[in-house]
T-cell receptor, first 117, second 110 residues
Framework: EPEVTQTPSHQVTQMGQEVILRCVPI?????FYWYRQILGQKVEFLVS????????KSEIFDDQFSVERPDGSNFTLKIRSTKLEDSAMYFC???????????????FGNGTRLTVT | QKEVEQDPGPLSVPEGAIVSLNCTYS??????FMWYRQYSRKGPELLMY????GNKEDGRFTAQVDKSSKYISLFIRDSQPSDSATYLC??????????FGKGTRLHILP
């Protein structure tokens, strides 16, 4: 079964540094998402991306965050200047679409664990 | 009021028992309801999805939605140790944004 692949699996960075988290979506999927899960907390929506632009973003997704799909395959999440509170699991998810995930479930990658020290 | 509320557990039941997992949601406009299973250090995996009120069965799993009370349930029959995981209920708004509950940690005791 096709999978969403995320790299790296674990990233340790110092506060104030930039990090880029990478995701390779399932090949025929058109909608892309980033979610975050702080340890012991719920999975939180960050941003959705379709047709090379952001379609929706949450309050968490401030100016320090950006997403892009530079080469038509990788979907990246960049955090410009990391803070301690950015430490979390970051999940990429993709959807074949269009429309609801009723007919095409949202597929998650296994996540990148980001630790900011 | 939180959009999706779920008791985090942990919930421990003996192997073979029937498990009942529940969530409530606040927005009556939600129409799609999902249950995800998450093993440790893995991403959420879709288990079941339903549209509007009613029941849906898939093997040992039954998902139930009661829109009048804004209540979502997942039942697991003949529970197995491999069912031990965190179960996330989720709903989806009209913009395809999935909103998760906090997840319930389930332990099936052999």
């Amino acid at each position: 079964e096709p999978e969403v692949t995320q790299t790296p699996s674990h990233q340790v960075t110092q506060m104030g540094q930039e990090v880029i988290l990478r995701c390779v979506p399932i090949s025929n999927h058109l909608y892309f998402y980033w979610y975050r899960q702080i340890l012991g907390q719920k999975v939180e929506f960050l941003v959705s991306f379709y047709n090379n632009e952001i379609s929706e973003k949450s309050e968490i997704f401030d100016d320090q965050f950006s997403v892009e799909r530079p080469d038509g395959s990788n979907f990246t999440l960049k955090i410009r200047s990391t803070k301690l509170e950015d430490s979390a699991m970051y999940f990429c998810a993709t959807l074949r679409g269009p429309g609801s995930s009723y007919n095409s479930p949202l597929h998650f990658g296994n996540g990148t664990r980001l630790t900011v020290t | 009021q939180k959009e999706v509320e779920q008791d985090p557990g942990p919930l421990s039941v003996p192997e073979g028992a029937i498990v009942s997992l529940n969530c409530t949601y606040s927005n009556s406009a939600f129409q799609y309801f999902m249950w995800y299973r998450q093993y440790s250090r893995k991403g959420p995996e879709l288990l079941m999805y339903t549209y509007s009120s009613g029941n849906k069965e898939d093997g040992r799993f039954t998902a139930q939605v009661d829109k009048s009370s804004k209540y979502i349930s997942l039942f697991i029959r003949d529970s197995q140790p491999s069912d031990s995981a965190t179960y996330l209920c989720a709903t989806m708004n009209r913009d395809d944004k999935i909103i998760f509950g906090k997840g319930t940690r389930l332990h099936i005791l052999p």
